[in-house]
């Protein structure tokens, strides 16, 4: 971070480097390359979103980013990662939801989408700090995915499920869809990553169905794309839709930047607008070590290959880093995530760092220009 801060140029500039420059897709424009990353701060109440959610994503906002995406927000209680997780499968969590997307609307330019949900055999968990040997106890809820293959050797079994499950779970998210659209929100994006419920479909790690909803690549995107035609058909058609996936699961026998491929084809084909790009976490096995930019091949891959927006993620640290990756063609947004918890301000930053002056201010904060001067 020391090099946001510090390694601005000595001439201002008013034309924007890539990472500044504007991005329209599906007729929502966005005015900047930087990204909020989702991320889980479990701190809801039943599902609720409250004062901590709107000073999180609204700081980071006013902070300059132009895209805010919320944290895991799940359909149902049952697809939860913890009791604590946010939620859209109660109508009170819609208004509460609202209240944080119309503070982003009046006092930034800032986007904001909404990450839709279910855990599937990852649920049922105490939040990180306070987990351990007992998990939730009684407090535990029953889990659902399309094998009955728990997530590593301590977790539950979770149920294989059957149609009734599959129908309840897609209407889950074009109910949540509705509501999202109700709050406000400029975008969905799907979580078809890191091994919860949609990405455990897609894997051959953790589905091992023998219906027409596992064996090839093409019977383990059916339940996915049945989700998306569903939430598409509730979802406003001037609103575009988004995917994080892992596009490399890191094991062997899993899938491949190849699978990742046909998988981002697919998603495109069935009105995903944008590919936000992820790998591995689809089971207990820990993904190598990462070093460096080590996801944004994936996304440049598939960026060329399918011809899709893509959003590459994963140890993007510095204003030149994110910089080069638009630059360079490698993705068409950054998702910063552990940087924007250190520093709300991130993308301001960023922008003084690359010498450039024509981030717009919160009118309460113009002043704050004059220390550039």
Same mark, same amino acid.
């Given at each position: 971070?020391? $090099?946001?801060?510090?390694?601005?140029?000595?001439?201002?500039?008013? $034309?924007?480097?890539?990472?500044?420059?504007?991005?329209?897709?599906?007729?929502?424009?966005?005015?900047?390359?930087?990204?909020?990353?989702?991320?889980?701060?479990?701190?809801?109440?039943?599902?609720?979103?409250?004062?901590?959610?709107?000073?999180?994503?609204?700081?980071?906002? +006013?902070?300059?980013?132009?895209?805010?995406?919320?944290? +895991?927000?799940?359909?149902?209680?049952?697809?939860?990662? $913890?009791? =604590?997780?946010?939620?859209?499968?109660?109508?009170?969590?819609?208004?509460?939801?609202?209240?944080?997307?119309?503070?982003?609307?009046?006092?930034?330019?800032?986007?904001?989408?909404?990450?839709?949900?279910?855990?599937?055999?990852?649920?049922?968990?105490?939040?990180?700090?306070?987990?351990?040997?007992?998990?939730?106890?009684?407090?535990?809820?029953?889990?659902?995915?399309?094998?009955?293959?728990? #997530?590593?050797?301590?977790?539950?079994?979770?149920? *294989? +499920?059957?149609?009734?499950? !599959?129908?309840?779970?897609?209407?889950?998210?074009?109910?949540?869809?509705?509501?999202?659209?109700?709050?406000?929100?400029?975008?969905?994006?799907?979580? +078809?990553?890191?091994?919860?419920?949609?990405?455990?479909?897609?894997?051959?790690?953790?589905?091992?169905?023998?219906?027409? =909803?596992?064996?090839?690549?093409?019977?383990?995107?059916?339940?996915?794309?049945?989700?998306?035609?569903?939430?598409?058909?509730?979802?406003?058609?001037?609103?575009?839709?988004?995917?994080?996936?892992?596009?490399?699961?890191?094991?062997?026998?899993?899938?491949?930047?190849?699978?990742?491929?046909?998988?981002?084809?697919?998603?495109?084909?069935?009105?995903?607008?944008?590919?936000?790009?992820?790998?591995?976490?689809?089971?207990? #096995?820990?993904?190598?070590?990462?070093?460096?930019?080590?996801?944004?091949?994936?996304?440049?891959?598939?960026?060329?290959?399918?011809?899709?927006?893509?959003?590459?993620?994963?140890?993007?640290?510095?204003?030149?880093?994110?910089?080069?990756?638009?630059?360079?063609?490698?993705?068409? #947004?950054?998702?910063?995530?552990? *940087?924007? !918890?250190?520093?709300? =301000? #991130?993308?301001?930053?960023?922008?003084?760092? !690359?010498?450039?002056?024509?981030?717009?201010?919160?009118?309460? =904060?113009?002043?704050?220009? *004059?220390?550039?001067?």
């Amino acid at each position: 971070m020391d $090099s946001v801060r510090t390694d601005a140029s000595n001439t201002a500039k008013t $034309s924007a480097p890539p990472l500044f420059a504007p991005f329209s897709v599906h007729g929502l424009t966005i005015p900047n390359r930087v990204v909020v990353s989702p991320m889980c701060m479990y701190s809801a109440v039943d599902g609720t979103v409250g004062d901590f959610q709107l000073v999180h994503l609204g700081s980071r906002a +006013m902070g300059g980013a132009g895209l805010v995406i919320t944290e +895991m927000t799940d359909v149902s209680p049952e697809g939860r990662i $913890s009791p =604590y997780c946010a939620g859209l499968y109660k109508p009170e969590h819609m208004p509460a939801w609202k209240r944080v997307v119309d503070f982003v609307h009046a006092n930034s330019e800032a986007k904001i989408a909404v990450q839709l949900a279910h855990a599937g055999r990852k649920g049922s968990t105490p939040p990180p700090w306070e987990r351990g040997e007992n998990g939730l106890g009684e407090r535990g809820w029953a889990l659902v995915a399309p094998s009955a293959i728990p #997530f590593g050797p301590d977790s539950p079994v979770p149920k *294989e +499920m059957d149609k009734a499950d !599959l129908d309840k779970v897609r209407d889950d998210f074009a109910r949540a869809a509705k509501w999202s659209d109700e709050a406000g929100f400029d975008l969905i994006e799907f979580h +078809m990553g890191h091994g919860y419920l949609l990405s455990s479909f897609l894997s051959p790690l953790s589905n091992r169905r023998t219906d027409a =909803y596992g064996g090839s690549l093409e019977n383990r995107l059916r339940f996915p794309l049945e989700v998306v035609a569903a939430v598409r058909k509730v979802w406003p058609a001037t609103k575009p839709l988004a995917a994080r996936i892992s596009a490399v699961d890191w094991e062997d026998g899993g899938n491949t930047i190849e699978d990742g491929v046909a998988i981002s084809r697919a998603l495109k084909n069935a009105g995903i607008d944008i590919i936000d790009v992820s790998s591995g976490n689809v089971t207990n #096995f820990k993904r190598p070590a990462p070093k460096g930019l080590f996801q944004t091949p994936f996304s440049a891959r598939i960026r060329k290959d399918v011809d899709v927006p893509t959003i590459a993620v994963g140890n993007i640290r510095t204003a030149e880093d994110a910089n080069r990756v638009i630059a360079d063609g490698e993705a068409d #947004f950054c998702a910063i995530g552990r *940087e924007h !918890l250190y520093d709300a =301000y #991130f993308a301001r930053h960023a922008a003084t760092a !690359l010498g450039y002056e024509g981030q717009p201010w919160a009118k309460q =904060y113009k002043r704050a220009a *004059e220390v550039l001067s």
